[in-house]
């Protein structure tokens, strides 16, 4: 509430600044906006049409933890919207000492800093200073994500909904640069790599957490769970380091000392099966909104994921060409 009630509308601001690069991102959230209405995400026409001034310090900050036994997420209870993986705090040194708790009761834990947030439509959401510091990929990207929230919840299922964002937010934002920057241009290609490697490194964490859900099943005690975690960890790491296939982007994996179940079921929150979404999107004949409607009809089933893996085979909904969105 904070936030809001000190944001300003954007309308007001423009004719009195002379920051061209907050011009430039007002226009492109403009231009994100649109396209998010016209792809069918709900609060395109009420959210990040105010500004609020963060001072560039993060708006927020999660906090999520895990048995170091298992890879199955801490919960905290919240009104409206029920149990989530993670939960949030305005106060960085708040986030840190919730986090040492945890570590002190024998969980894993981390606390992150958090580019935006969404209302989950509730209210309308404002544009931060620090979304302006990014690009307009990745500008396009942080928007849509958060308008997916607001138009798509599985109640009880944050993979799907984190997930879903993710490959909204990613597919509208290539799509948005194509269309200003033309689909050879250096701007576009080095979208398309990044998404290559992206897709590279999920499958290469998807073995790495399988291997350590294995080890978890074996329900041994902690005194010898925890050398092999590391081996595995280890293991994963020579691995990355031997696969020429990967960007750099990632080598912040190598830098890992230990295994952190709270940190890899972040990862995994935001990464889950997304060649499933992919899948989709082909069905669809690479037509948008059209999967925004197959996403919305999956969040209300019991097991969204194997809706996603049904709908990959099915045949197109009718949403107009394909090729403008």
Same mark, same amino acid.
């Given at each position: 509430m904070r936030v809001l009630l000190g944001s300003q509308p954007i309308d007001q601001i #423009?004719?009195?600044?002379?920051?061209?690069?907050?011009?430039?991102? =007002?226009?492109?959230v403009d231009t994100v906006r649109a396209y998010a209405g016209s792809i069918g995400l709900h609060g395109a026409q009420t959210n990040y049409t105010r500004f609020f001034n963060t001072g560039s310090a993060p708006i927020s900050y999660n906090v999520s933890a895990s048995p170091k036994t298992r890879l199955e997420p801490y919960e905290w209870d919240f009104p409206f919207v029920g149990p989530l993986p993670y939960k949030g705090f305005f106060t960085r040194d708040l986030a840190l000492a919730?986090?040492?708790? $945890?570590?002190?009761?024998? =969980?894993?834990?981390?606390? #992150?800093?958090?580019?935006?947030?969404?209302?989950?439509?509730?209210?309308p959401d404002p544009l931060l200073s620090t979304m302006l510091d990014d690009g307009e990929a990745r500008l396009a990207d942080l928007l849509l994500h958060e308008l997916t929230h607001a138009t798509i919840f599985a109640e009880g299922q944050i993979d799907y909904n984190e997930s879903t964002a993710t490959f909204v937010g990613r597919k509208g934002a290539l799509i948005l640069m194509k269309r200003r920057y033309g689909d050879e241009s250096p701007e576009v290609r080095s979208i398309g790599e990044g998404h290559d490697e992206?897709?590279?490194?999920?499958? =290469?964490?998807?073995? =790495? $957490?399988?291997?350590?859900?294995? $080890?978890?099943? #074996?329900?041994?005690?902690?005194?010898?769970?925890?050398?092999?975690?590391?081996?595995?960890l280890h293991t994963a790491q020579d691995r990355? #380091?031997?696969?020429?296939?990967f960007g750099s982007r990632y080598d912040g994996f190598l830098q890992w000392e230990h295994v952190n179940n709270a940190r890899l079921l972040s990862y995994r929150r935001y990464h889950r099966d997304l060649h499933l979404f992919d899948q989709v999107y082909l069905a669809q004949e690479k037509n948008l909104p059209a999967c925004v409607e197959v996403f919305t009809?999956?969040?209300?089933?019991?097991?969204?994921f194997a809706c996603l893996e049904v709908a990959g085979h099915s045949t197109a909904h009718s949403q107009g060409p394909a090729a403008a969105q």
């Open positions: #423009r004719p009195t600044t002379t920051d061209t690069l907050h011009l430039s991102r =007002f226009a492109w919730e986090a040492e708790a $945890l570590r002190t009761q024998g =969980f894993d834990a981390i606390a #992150r800093s958090v580019a935006a947030y969404s209302t989950l439509g509730y209210l992206a897709l590279q490194f999920n499958q =290469f964490m998807a073995v =790495f $957490l399988d291997e350590l859900d294995s $080890l978890y099943s #074996r329900n041994l005690d902690l005194d010898h769970l925890l050398p092999l975690r590391q081996g595995l990355y #380091r031997g696969d020429p296939l009809e999956c969040a209300q089933e019991s097991e969204p």
